[in-house]
């Protein structure tokens, strides 16, 4: 299973962040590199504002690709969760 996100509005972010915005890129994949580790994901590729993650499942039987999958949903929806939730990534707001 494959997994992407990515910065929305990343162009605005650099112009605005300039040297700053590598901080702020590290932020978001310290959550986004976490929550996948923890749901059994790995951290594939990153890309400027670009994450891959990857769920394996070759060589599971089918119940286990199943939770696989169900893990990869929730990561998501908790990666999205967290960025929301983030006091760090808040004072990036208000730029």
């Not at 994450?51 to 939770?67: D, E, M, N, Q």
């Amino acid at each position: 299973i494959f997994g992407f996100c990515d910065i929305f509005h990343f162009t605005d972010a650099t112009e605005v962040l300039q040297d700053k915005v590598m901080v702020f890129v590290n932020a978001i994949g310290e959550i986004v590199h976490g929550i996948a580790e923890e749901f059994f994901g790995a951290p594939n590729k990153n890309i400027g504002e670009a994450f891959l993650l990857v769920w394996r499942l070759s060589g599971l039987p089918p119940a286990k690709r199943t939770k696989m999958a169900d893990f990869a949903v929730v990561a998501f929806a908790k990666v999205l969760a967290a960025i929301n939730k983030s006091r760090t990534l808040g004072e990036y707001r208000e730029h």
